[in-house]
């Protein structure tokens, strides 16, 4: 009973992914949008594509969440910033 529970999980997961998964191809944009969450990959990929020179600006949103208030004392958007940063984003361009 429980296999076949997790089975049609991963189908309407699938359902789901594939509706928003794009297949876009990447053009350069305004600026990039970095939603606040606890992947700080958020904040990797933001940086990357800031300097493959996408955008000029990153945006990052989130504040301390469920989870990340017991993670960090700063904010989604915080740490993300301090993680572009790192990765070689100016911070005036954050």
Known sequence: MMIEKNIEDL???QVLWNYMKM???LKPSDCIIGLG???TNV??????????GYAEKII???????ITYKLW?????????EIA???GVPKERI
């Open 11 to 13: 189908k309407l997961i």
């Open 23 to 25: 297949n876009q191809r």
């Open 37 to 39: 969450t606890m992947d």
């Open 43 to 52: 904040a990797k990929v933001a940086s990357k594509l800031y300097l493959d």
């Open 60 to 66: 990052f949103s989130g504040g301390l969440g469920k």
């Open 73 to 81: 004392n700063v904010t989604e958007a915080e740490k993300f910033k």
């Open 85 to 87: 940063i790192k990765n």
